[in-house]
């Protein structure tokens, strides 16, 4: 005889009832992003431009798409976006990208509050830290210094094409002759 085979979920709630391989909601999705997108493009893309028109009806299927079909973890967009929010919104902290130098000063400092021994070393490196500071400084200014001077060059150089244009070729060829001397 044939033997039957029944699938049994381990959670009653796993249980979707799919019809032509959508479930319900997936249905009711797919039928929404028709309905949408199809009049948008129909009314927008004579007014606005066929370019323009697909990225917004890429935008609306793509969100409608990813709430009705995409699951996270067994979870609807639903409630996965209120964490998603949550998260980036209220608990994310900024990163501040820190010297090797400057790290290892500020771990000298959380250990001085707990053992003496490393805060004589500290006291060693404290000079060292300075003097590294008074380089980037230094290096800086040289920079900026650096710039100025090449706008400066740029500046009088033009100013010099400048006057030299307002010449006439008699006095040209006279400040040729003169410099040639």
Same mark, same amino acid.
């Given at each position: 005889?044939?033997?039957?085979?029944?699938?049994?979920f381990?959670?009653? =709630?796993?249980y979707?009832?799919?019809?032509?391989f959508? =479930?319900?909601?997936?249905w009711?999705?797919?039928?929404?992003?028709?309905?949408?997108?199809?009049?948008?493009y129909?009314?927008?893309?004579?007014?606005?431009?066929?370019?323009? %028109?697909?990225?917004?009806v890429?935008?609306i299927?793509?969100?409608?798409?990813?709430?009705g079909f995409?699951?996270?973890?067994e979870l609807?967009?639903?409630?996965?976006l209120?964490?998603w929010?949550?998260?980036?919104f209220?608990?994310?902290?900024?990163?501040?990208?820190i %010297?090797?130098?400057?790290f290892k000063l500020q771990?000298?400092k959380k250990?001085?509050?707990? =053992?003496k021994?490393k805060?004589?070393k %500290?006291?060693? =490196?404290?000079?060292e830290?300075?003097?590294?500071?008074?380089?980037?400084?230094?290096?800086?200014?040289k920079?900026i210094?650096?710039?100025?001077?090449?706008?400066?060059?740029?500046?009088?150089?033009?100013?010099?094409?400048?006057k030299l244009s307002?010449?006439?070729?008699?006095q040209?060829?006279a400040l040729?002759k003169l410099?040639?001397?």
């Amino acid at each position: 005889m044939d033997s039957i085979e029944i699938t049994v979920f381990d959670e009653i =709630n796993d249980y979707k009832e799919k019809i032509y391989f959508f =479930n319900f909601r997936q249905w009711l999705f797919a039928i929404l992003i028709i309905a949408l997108v199809v009049p948008t493009y129909i009314l927008l893309k004579d007014k606005i431009g066929k370019e323009i %028109t697909s990225y917004i009806v890429i935008a609306i299927a793509s969100i409608l798409g990813f709430i009705g079909f995409v699951k996270i973890h067994e979870l609807p967009a639903e409630k996965i976006l209120p964490y998603w929010f949550r998260h980036y919104f209220f608990f994310a902290k900024p990163i501040h990208y820190i %010297t090797d130098e400057e790290f290892k000063l500020q771990h000298q400092k959380k250990s001085k509050k707990t =053992n003496k021994s490393k805060v004589e070393k %500290t006291k060693t =490196n404290k000079p060292e830290i300075k003097k590294l500071k008074k380089k980037k400084k230094q290096e800086k200014k040289k920079r900026i210094d650096e710039t100025m001077e090449n706008k400066e060059i740029n500046n009088t150089e033009s100013e010099l094409s400048q006057k030299l244009s307002k010449l006439s070729k008699e006095q040209q060829d006279a400040l040729l002759k003169l410099l040639e001397r």
